[in-house]
């Protein structure tokens, strides 16, 4: 089946096709630019631009596959978590589609489409594996028996999210927005040792995380070599940041394939996309003898195909499909995998 997916949690609306797990389409159409100059996302922008969006997006999405709108055979949305406004953009859109062409409606998890996207890449998850989800409002360890159908929490932030962490260290420095990118470029010519930063919960013995105290000692550093009239050495900072993030986040995720006899680790989300992450984590997979799975760059960030890739799953499953009185739910919780 031809499965087309709606993703407005967030600032990216993105429209995705994919047949199995085969991709046909990713179009995005980003907001980012708007929200930079206020360094975090407007609610009411974002709402708005994915309005404006929505149809071109599905357009262009359809283009790219060379398929029309009549060969689409179900239709997933973006039910939650996310901004209770620019869900609702997405949900609405996807209501009438399916009610215009007839096609059943999936109501899924953003969470859990971060995690069905690898699926795309390197083909069927494993069952079950360990997934390590970091993201702009999100970082959990959950133990995934079935994407489709069982997603256990294992641990999650007390507080920040780690992609939140990089945002603020990033406004520090005076990087731009969203910091992620800009952090994970500056590190590259800086020396991780150069500061040690505090890690959070690392030998707590639970697979829950907390980032706001590191966020705190970079600010509180960068604080005092200003006060002493000294240069700020951005790269070194981000550098000692970054790896404090990584090391807790990798030392966890193994952890949690250990305690639950499980060979293989996923990780999704935006965070996914940093380069020391994914290296750090290889080399520990490596030692530990787990197979890690990491999805490229583009498709670990908020897309269509994520959504897609997880209604898919759903379809084949032969769950029943969505009430087209499908709410838009800005805290679902991550066990409601279909809404
Ligand atoms: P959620 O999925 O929790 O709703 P989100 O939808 O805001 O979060 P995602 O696109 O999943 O967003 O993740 C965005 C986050 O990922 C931002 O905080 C961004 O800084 C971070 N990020 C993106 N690329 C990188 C990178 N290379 N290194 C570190 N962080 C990154
Ligand atoms: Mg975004
Ligand atoms: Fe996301």
Known sequence: PLVLGIE??????????????????DAIASSVDEHARFGGVVPEVASRA?????TPTVDRALADAGVTLNDIDAIAVTAGPGLAGALLVGVAAAKAYSLGLGK???????????????QLEHGALPKPCVALLVSGGHSSLLLVP??????????AT?????????DKVARVLDLGFPGGPYIDRAAREGDPGSVFFPRGKYDDGTYDFSFSGLKTAVARWVEARER???????????AAFQEAVVDVLTKKAIAACNDNGVSHLLIGGGV???????????????????QLRVPRPKLCTDNGAMVAALGSELVASGLAPSDLGLPADSSLPITQVLV
């Open 104 to 118: 059943p409606l999936y109501g899924v998890n953003h969470l859990a489409a971060h995690v069905a996207v690898d």
């Open 228 to 238: 002493a009239g000294e240069p700020v050495p951005v790269a070194d900072v981000a």
């Open 158 to 166: 007390v507080d920040d999210a780690a992609g939140e962490a990089f």
């Open 8 to 25: 407005t949690s967030c600032d990216e609306t993105g429209v995705g096709i994919v047949r199995g797990h085969t991709l046909l389409a």
């Open 272 to 290: 996914a996309a940093n380069s020391r992450l994914r290296a750090l984590a290889q080399e520990r997979c490596d030692a530990a003898g787990i």
């Open 146 to 155: 079935d994407v489709a159908s069982d997603v256990r929490p294992l641990g």
């Open 50 to 54: 994915h309005l404006e969006a929505m």
